[in-house]
């Protein structure tokens, strides 16, 4: 959710049109006192907040949102006509984390918005999948069996993680072409049975895990 504080209507409009048109769910207010009462309900994203604002102003409104330990958090970008360098430091001094001089284009808008997104909002852990002693980190793009680190070819790669992300469920030959081959691909089932084949001698032991289900396809699932 993105919140925009804006009280000239037909930029504001515009501003959430923009928004969400970009994938971003988005809600307007035209000065801070309905701002804040949906501050108190919904804690958004982000907020584009103007500084020429009827009543509380957006350098009063910043300087709530910073003072408040539950809202300090939320990264916010000012807007202004006012493209002065005392506002932009001014605002910036205050906590804002990004500036916009009006005007400004909207793919403008949604770039920096999403460039402070990648800055502020915490990173997610390293991604991992395992089973038994077999385990994959997606980030680094590494995999180990029984502690030993083993190199893998693309769609080697690829085919075990599918089979981690669904431990215990049979893919049919026919399934995993369309999967990691593609559906344009013209290569014979006997591809899957090659790889699956180099697959389980890299992994050692580990390869024990990636059982044929007969007259069907593979499964993985830790041995017993």
Known sequence: MIYCVEDDSSIRELMLYALRASGFTAEGFAEGTAFFEALGREQP??????????????IEILKKIRMNPTTAHIPVILASAK?????????????????????????EMVSRIRAVLR???????ARSLSVGSLRMDDDSHTVTADGKRITLTLKEYELLKLFLEHPGR???????????????????????DVHIGTLRTKLGPCGDYIRTVRGVGYRLEERL
């Open 45 to 58: 994203r982000l907020i584009l907040l103007d500084i020429m604002l009827p009543g509380m102003d957006g």
């Open 119 to 125: 800055r502020t909002e915490p990173r997610q852990d």
């Open 83 to 107: 493209g002065t360098e005392y506002d932009k430091v001014l605002g910036l001094d205050l906590g804002a984390d990004d500036y916009l001089a009006k005007p400004f284009g909207m793919m």
């Open 170 to 192: 049979v893919f049919s030959r026919d399934q995993l072409l369309e999967k990691i081959w593609g559906t344009d691909y013209l290569g014979e089932t006997r591809t899957v």
